[in-house]
């Protein structure tokens, strides 16, 4: 039997699961070894060489070279791993977190300062809020270049 | 007999001890928050525990993907600031209570509750965070600690009711053991926020304060709210909240003893990508 996944009609959200944990073991186990200070720099240094010293798939290592957190999450990653990346880039949580909503991060800390993401339409698929899929991406920084 | 004396409740944003080692506290985005803790930094110097027992999650930090424990308890004699990626945290050295902690672990583990023993553990930023918000940033932190690790990190986390029902449990061990201390439960972590996705930002102010009600006064009712209704009312990583149960778990009221005391309440947004949460209740 399929795990029972109540949590999948929540609009802009991914639930590390056992199954997005299995996707992504190999990209969470990446990100961890960033923890030490010889690994960043080795990272630092040249990310695909690093990259391809794990059994990670080509689109995990793809979303990785881009930063592209969405795309990581997606292939499995969890943002409490991933955030290992962002801290080898000395983003803060909060440039990471911005990064997956299209906004700039200037956008992202005036909405976090003003109150933060409103829950209104923002519960279930099928509503109207910001979080849904046909109002993406959120700001200038998702329409940079697109069409 | 040692005795749980209060409960104290926060969360533990990583971005709060950025502003601490950094020295921003005073800054106009800071300075609220910082001085939101300062009647509990009062409330600690004249109500000094001898052991806090301190619920957090780890964040990737002492358990990768490699091992996930649902409910971990530290029993070593001390635990090490851990370096999450940008070093480790200018703060002292955390010494633990293994005498406490292992009788802890024999009682709990004999009432059903199967926690792992961690003897070796680094411990992140949900942890720090809650003791420099409570003791400010001396040279040495002014009592143990036992860490209690909770897994919020690979769905699914553990009940509501199953973390309030370990809190009795856990109140029942520190009962049970025979030395005079005075125990502080803490429960960290929330409140509303979400760190991923289109939705990261999400905060739910009104749903953040009437958790904070519940908690004070339906805490049993509070206890069978479910896993969805965290996730989809305070955001992916508000599912934390659970971890506020084991604290309001080990309080007299839901033991057969008396209402706490609320000595403080407070909440604020944001902190970075998060609602700050915060209350003190008292047995005394």
């Known amino acids: 039997m399929a795990l029972d996944k109540p949590y999948n009609d929540i609009p802009g959200t991914t639930i590390f699961d056992a199954d997005q944990s299995r996707l992504g073991y190999h990209l969470n186990q990446f990100c961890m070894s960033l923890m030490k200070a010889e690994n960043r720099a080795r990272f630092k240094a040249d990310e695909r060489a690093y990259l391809d010293e794990w059994p990670m798939t080509e689109e995990q290592k793809l979303a990785v070279l881009a930063r592209d957190l969405n795309r990581c999450i997606a292939a499995g990653g969890n943002i409490y791993f991933l955030a290992k990346i962002g801290a080898t880039d000395s983003k803060s949580f909060q440039q990471m977190a911005g990064s997956m909503t299209g906004m700039t991060e200037e956008e992202y800390r005036d909405m976090m300062i003003k109150g933060g993401r409103s829950i209104e339409g923002n519960r279930y698929l099928g509503e109207d809020g910001d979080a849904q899929p046909h109002r993406q991406p959120q700001g200038k920084a998702g329409q940079k270049g697109g069409n | ?284």
Request: glycine share 8%.
């Open chain 2, 1 to 284: 007999m040692a005795k749980i004396t209060a409960s104290v409740y926060s969360s533990h944003v990583p971005a709060i001890g950025a502003a601490i080692d950094l020295g921003k506290t005073e800054e106009a985005y800071w300075k609220p928050v910082f001085d939101g803790f300062a009647p509990t930094r009062q409330w600690e110097k004249e109500n000094p525990p001898d052991v806090v027992f301190l619920v957090f999650n780890d964040h990737a930090t002492a358990f990768s993907l490699e091992m996930i424990p649902t409910f971990a308890i530290g029993t070593a004699a001390e635990f090490q600031p851990a370096d999450e990626g940008w070093g480790p945290r200018p703060v002292p050295k955390v010494y633990g209570h293994p005498e406490l902690a292992a009788h802890i672990a024999q009682s709990v583990i004999q009432d059903d509750f199967d926690l792992t023993i961690v003897n070796k553990m680094d411990v992140d930023h949900g942890l720090t965070v809650p003791m420099n918000l409570m003791f400010g940033s001396p040279e040495a932190w002014p009592c143990p600690v036992i860490p209690f690790a909770v897994n919020v990190v690979q769905y699914p986390v553990p009940s509501g009711r199953r973390c309030f029902n370990l809190g009795k449990a856990i109140r029942r061990a520190i009962d049970s053991f025979d030395k005079p201390l005075n125990v502080q439960i803490w429960g960290t972590g929330g409140m509303s926020h979400q760190l991923q996705g289109p939705r990261a930002g999400l905060i739910n102010a009104e749903w953040d304060n009437a958790f904070l009600d519940r908690l004070i006064n339906d805490p049993e009712g509070l206890a069978g709210m479910s896993h969805m209704e965290y996730v989809r009312e305070a955001g992916s990583e508000g599912i934390e909240l659970v971890m506020w149960l084991i604290a309001r778990g080990a309080m007299d009221d839901v033991n057969g003893g008396k209402a706490p005391t609320v000595r403080h309440r407070f909440y604020h947004v944001p902190a970075s990508n998060t609602a700050v949460g915060h209350l003190v209740l008292d047995n005394t």
